[in-house]
């Protein structure tokens, strides 16, 4: 399945929300103003809902929607959805109150006060949108900035128990649920598949996954000052489904951390004996990591991500690194097939202690005939005046850069300035292949 079918099946089912909507006789009510602010605000419930159970699905975590949107498409997609979702729920209220207001010639006021305490679940539903609207808040950008990672996610987990206070809502008043017998299966469905993927996804296959690997932490080697690579073996390594560029979310089952999850990417390739990340410390848990016990069991989700070399189109490969972004391109390095001199690696760092893995870029360089080129220090120094990725540089490192499969990891203004110089170069987007690391 391609993301243009994906399109068509959202749309297609969007279609069929509104047909039936018209079926149930909705545009006769369309005569008077009060009519069509009660319309709007049908409408409105139905979209909202439907963005809402779409949410539930781009949350299930997929490795598979993972693989045909992208990461980075999942997640603009999930910012999209739950904005509009939040928007159209609070539509619905609005729009309800202040039609049903007009009709009956009451104050908007008193006929909010009416339909919360006298419609079923409308009370319970209200308290549902509350908290939709305090998680689309703490998304906010400037909001979210504020937020540690633990307290915007944990808000997060309420978007469940909204769902549940809005679902009863649905059934109980919902013009579809009520009257319609075949529109209350298609919602029901809606909802249980949605729920269906949810559960395989975030509870099922990972822990099916970890079950069979049994994962156990083998080694912790400092590579650099605040960095350290976690090598974890376990069983039946070599029938795991994963490839170098990967990533997936690591669970280390201590007894203080064993809830929360943390996406690394693979900084070795899959060789069957060992899975290795490498870990920077950024916060309190990256931190922790550091001294990670050797026999920590460790829980896995995924894999996830594109950047492999299933999107190569060229025979020439360039990666470019930035910081600790080295790691799916060290992996990328010793996996991708490529003819000596076709694949080169540029790592930027702001200072020769933050370089990692320089002696095994060395040795993985001279086994596969591949180039490094080491950008350090800061930029607008006397030794680096300028940008060192800009168009003119990049083109002096690697000349016929247009030829080449670009792969790029690192901070995300550095790969901004990358896409650009890349643009600037003529080098097709499609040739282009990234990996954020943030959602
Ligand atoms: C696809 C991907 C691959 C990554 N690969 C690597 C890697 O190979 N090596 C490496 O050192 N780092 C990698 N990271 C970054 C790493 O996940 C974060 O640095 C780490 O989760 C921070 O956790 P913390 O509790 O120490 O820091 P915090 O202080 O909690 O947060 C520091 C930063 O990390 C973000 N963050 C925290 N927890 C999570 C989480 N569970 N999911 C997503 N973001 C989170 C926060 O939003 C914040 O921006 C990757 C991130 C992503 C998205």
Redesign the pocket.
């Known amino acids: 399945m391609r993301a243009s079918d994906l399109a068509a099946l959202a749309i297609g089912n969007a279609v069929l929300i509104g047909a039936m909507w018209v079926r149930h006789g909705q545009l006769a009510e369309l005569g008077s103003p009060s009519g069509i602010l009660i319309a709007a605000g049908q409408l409105a419930a139905l979209y909202g809902t439907y963005l809402v159970l779409l949410q539930l699905i781009l949350m299930s975590r997929s490795p598979w929607l993972d693989q045909v949107l992208g990461?980075d498409r999942v997640a603009a997609l999930h910012r999209w959805v739950g904005f509009s979702g939040i928007l159209l729920l609070v539509a619905h209220g609005v729009f309800t109150v202040v039609g049903y207001g007009l009709a009956t010639g009451s104050g908007v006021l008193a006929e909010a006060l009416t339909i919360l305490t006298s419609y079923p679940y409308v009370l319970m539903a209200t308290a549902g949108m509350a908290l939709f609207v305090a998680i689309g808040i703490s998304s906010v950008g400037a909001v979210r900035r504020r937020l540690?990672?633990?307290t915007?996610?944990g808000l997060h987990l309420y978007a469940y128990l909204a769902i549940a206070l809005a679902f009863l809502h649905q059934l109980a008043v919902g013009t579809d649920f009520t009257t319609d017998p075949v529109a209350r299966i298609y919602w029901i469905a809606l909802y249980v598949v949605a729920g269906a993927l949810m559960l395989i996804f975030r509870f099922a296959q990972p822990v099916t996954l970890s079950l069979r690997h049994r994962l156990r932490v083998a080694n912790v080697v400092e590579e650099a000052p605040g960095?350290v690579s976690i090598y974890m073996t376990g069983r039946d390594l070599d029938q795991l489904a994963t490839r170098a560029g990967q990533?997936f979310?690591w669970r280390f089952l201590t007894p203080e951390d064993w809830w929360?999850?943390?996406?690394?990417?693979l900084?070795a390739a899959p060789n069957g004996r060992f899975l290795r990340?490498?870990?920077?410390?950024?916060?309190?848990?990256?931190?922790k990591?550091q001294r990670v016990r050797i026999g920590t069991p460790v829980f896995l989700e995924g894999p996830?991500?594109n950047m492999t070399g299933a999107a190569r189109t060229r025979p020439k490969v360039l990666l470019i690194a930035g910081g600790?972004g080295v790691?799916?391109l060290r992996a990328l390095l010793e996996e991708l097939p490529a003819a000596p001199g076709d694949l080169t690696l540029v790592y930027r760092a702001s200072r020769p202690q933050d370089l990692v893995f320089r002696r095994e870029l060395e040795q993985l360089s001279a086994i596969r005939g591949a180039t490094v080129h080491y950008l350090v220090g800061r930029r607008g120094t006397r030794a680096m005046p300028g940008d060192p990725l800009a168009p003119e540089a990049l083109r002096r490192l690697v000349p016929d850069v247009r030829q080449h499969d670009v792969y790029v990891c690192g901070p995300l203004p550095m790969m901004e300035a990358v896409r650009r110089s890349l643009r600037a170069l003529h080098v097709p987007d499609a040739q282009v292949h990234d990996?954020?690391?943030?959602?």
């Open positions: 990461s540690s990672y633990e915007w996610y960095v990533w979310r929360r999850s943390h996406p690394f990417s900084s990340v490498t870990v920077k410390a950024q916060g309190d848990q990256t931190q990591l996830y991500g600790i790691t799916p990996e954020r690391f943030a959602f």
